[in-house]
């Protein structure tokens, strides 16, 4: 496998479900990251991983909850979701060499609905 | 703070040239890249400048960049209809670790 994996690819869930977005990267990059993409908006930045710690929170709603267990995985659990939180949930990764990143590659995404 | 913008959409005839135009705010901006999104797809990394340069050319793709103004431009050349998809343009900044994205250019290619 190569670049950057993201599943599942489609996810519909109700507002009281738990579950769990999953990104995988096999470049090597030591920074991850979460984007949410939604109609006739910018991409938005959600949450960045430097070395496994996160480094950049973008006021993100708590039901949001990231975790990067190694420099390869990405994990986005969602709880208690509402319906505009439905969207496109981008991962991507770059490799970090200290105030510059570089290499930004995006996986294909997770498209989530909330019912 | 950082601002990107782009014109919303963009139509061009199969063979002709597109030029997608994008504007930013941040002057410490170190790289600027160009993606390409089709529908139900994720972002594609089609090309990217370092900030000291001008000019990058990369087969049917040219991108202009003007510091002084902060312009960046994307030059497709003989644009075919596979062209058509959102193009974004995206910076980052000095000492920022993540990537701004504008709104996306919608190119339509006519036959």
């Known amino acids: 496998e190569t670049g950057v994996t993201q599943t599942p690819r489609h996810l519909v869930m109700g507002m009281t479900n738990k579950k769990s977005l999953k990104c995988e990267q096999h470049?090597?990059?030591?920074?991850m990251y979460w984007y949410k993409q939604s109609a006739k908006k910018p991409l938005e930045l959600m949450f960045v991983y430097s070395l496994e710690e996160r480094v950049e929170n973008n006021s993100v709603p708590s039901r949001f909850s990231p975790e990067c267990p190694n420099s390869s995985h990405l994990f986005l659990h969602l709880h208690t979701l509402q319906p505009e939180d439905s969207a496109l949930y981008l991962c991507a990764s770059s490799q970090s060499s200290g105030t510059v990143n570089y290499g930004y590659t995006f996986g294909s995404g997770t498209r989530l609905t909330v019912v | 703070g950082e601002d990107v913008e782009q014109s919303l959409f963009l139509s061009v005839r199969e063979g002709d040239s597109s030029v997608i135009n994008c504007t930013y705010t941040d002057s410490s901006s170190t790289y600027l890249y160009w993606y390409k999104q089709e529908p139900g797809a994720g972002l594609q990394l089609l090309t990217y400048i370092f900030s000291n340069m001008d000019m990058k050319q990369d087969q049917r793709l040219t991108v202009l960049l003007n510091k002084k103004d902060k312009h960046l431009s994307l030059r497709i050349a003989d644009t075919q209809t596979g062209d058509s998809a959102i193009y974004f343009c995206?910076?980052?900044?000095?000492?920022?670790?993540?990537?701004?994205f504008g709104s996306g250019t919608r190119l339509q290619v006519q036959p």
């Open positions: 470049l090597g990059h030591n920074a």
């Open positions: 995206a910076e980052e900044s000095r000492g920022r670790r993540a990537l701004t």
